[in-house]
């Protein structure tokens, strides 16, 4: 397998993040300076309106797919296409040699990654990043809306930006995807369609070499089972489903809103798909395998009903207003969507943790920190999305008394966002993880797993 040191070495020092504009300039600046080399077209629109770029970079007769921030509040990917489109085009020799037909999408979001831009330049701390946060709810989601047929559940209803994505997975039929997420918190790790168990060890050193750990601590679900530490098989829906049959009170179908993933969708073209988790912030109790004097559940137990404080206690603000929301008010369908199944969510999962003897004996530091300290940091979401949903409604046409309501509860939930978020900056002894060593990690990962499916060349 090649070494793709000069690839990696040459990765910018990057301070922030492009916007889509930013983003969308230089791809047609690429295209503009090496119009044999790059075709640049306009894939499909947002639901905004707005255009979706999709380069073509010719290499070879195996085809390849990546695109950026099918979560919009996951820019990291972006970037390392930023630097990839370029690099591949003015090296004829790598692009050559790698074998394959290249389309890349930047930003498949691009509604969603304008509506996190306020935190792309920075400061890069936990509370700005969080104040500035957006995520659409699933059933809005690019990556969670192709079709999806299992047991009791169906939905049919790919939003544009998915359909985009449809059309070039159907037209290309790729042998290897790159869907480019990356975490808010934490150490490396990774999630593939297919147990490539050769390639492991390569992996971990992409990971090694810019001195980010692994994550050693909870996994993202509870029910997943990994291929080895910190690899996991890209679970989908129906595994969702499976979960709630077993532990939920109520039918899955009634707790379920979003479609399938993209690596679902491909895989009937037998396409390995890849993502690459990185953290921006980091705390060195993360890979701590240090024994805490408690249990594992003890500590599971604990974030449930941190979260679920959180929310009922959101709860209280949003319902003053709620009566108030528009249908095209992006922040409140995720309050919404989470506080509609907060209660069965969190009874559920509770079941689980109380059940699984994976959860009866002690506790690593690493685990501890997941379940106690990081709920302090992702519970702020919640508060973000009331505060922004507010805002969203005050530049509407409203009544005076509707707007003073609005602006009384905006008001008391940036009191309590402050108040949380000062606990978190005390709480939480992060460092900020440089971009260029998490795209060096992503890119990496991403080459290992493209050269090694693709051996002919």
């Not at 304008?114 to 059933?139: I, M, V």
């Not at 997420?181 to 593939?192: A, D, E, P, Q, R």
């Not at 059940?355 to 379940?371: H, I, L, M, Q, V």
């Not at 046409?397 to 000062?422: M, P, Q, S, Y």
Request: proline share 6%; net charge negative; glycine share 6%.
């Amino acid at each position: 397998m090649r070494d793709f040191t000069n690839l990696i070495k040459n990765i910018p020092d990057y301070q922030e993040f492009l916007t889509v504009d930013e983003m969308d300039a230089s791809t047609l600046k690429l295209q503009a300076e090496y119009p044999d080399k790059v075709q640049v077209t306009e894939a499909g629109r947002s639901r905004k309106g707005r255009p979706i770029y999709c380069l073509k970079i010719a290499g070879g007769k195996k085809n390849a797919f990546m695109f950026g921030c099918p979560h919009p509040n996951e820019p990291m990917g972006a970037m390392m296409l930023e630097y990839f489109t370029r690099a591949i085009v003015e090296d004829d020799a790598l692009r050559e040699s790698l074998g394959y037909t290249w389309y890349i999408i930047k930003s498949i979001d691009v509604d969603g990654t304008q509506l996190n831009e306020k935190w792309f330049k920075g400061p890069f701390t936990l509370t700005n990043y969080a104040r500035n946060y957006f995520r659409p709810a699933g059933y809005e989601q690019a990556e969670w809306t192709f079709p999806l047929s299992y047991k009791k559940y169906t939905f049919d209803k790919p939003i544009p930006e998915t359909q985009v994505l449809m059309k070039i997975i159907d037209e290309a039929k790729p042998v290897f995807m790159y869907s480019l997420h990356n975490s808010g918190f934490g150490g490396t790790y990774w999630y593939l369609t297919k147990d490539l168990s050769p390639i492991w060890e390569k992996l971990y050193a992409a990971s090694k070499k810019q001195n980010i750990p692994l994550h050693l601590g909870e996994p993202e679900v509870n029910y997943i089972t990994p291929y080895a530490p910190a690899i996991f098989p890209l679970i989908g829906q129906e595994d969702t489903y499976d979960y709630y049959e077993k532990f939920a009170d109520a039918p899955p179908e009634t707790l379920m809103s979003a479609g399938g993933s993209s690596g679902g969708y491909a895989a009937k073209y037998d396409t390995v798909t890849l993502v690459t988790e990185l953290p921006y912030f980091y705390e060195e109790r993360i890979q701590s395998d240090k024994q805490m004097p408690f249990t594992r559940r003890e500590a599971a137990l604990k974030k449930l009903d941190y979260y679920h404080e959180n929310e009922r206690t959101v709860e209280t603000y949003y319902s003053q207003v709620k009566h108030l929301i528009s249908g095209d008010n992006p922040f409140a369908k995720m309050v919404e969507l989470s506080l509609k199944h907060a209660q069965q969510s969190y009874e559920t999962e509770k079941a689980f943790v109380e059940s699984s003897e994976d959860y009866a004996g002690p506790c690593k530091e690493s685990e501890a920190f997941d379940n106690l300290e990081l709920p302090k940091f992702f519970g702020l979401f919640m508060w973000t999305l009331t505060i922004r949903a507010c805002e969203h409604e005050l530049e509407k046409e409203h009544t005076d008394e509707d707007k003073a309501l609005l602006a009384k509860v905006h008001d008391a939930c940036e009191k309590e966002f402050a108040a949380r978020g000062e606990t978190v900056e005390r709480d939480i002894h992060y460092e900020v993880t440089p971009i260029k060593k998490l795209v060096s990690i992503q890119l990496e990962s991403g080459m290992i797993v493209a050269d090694y499916l693709n051996p002919e060349k």
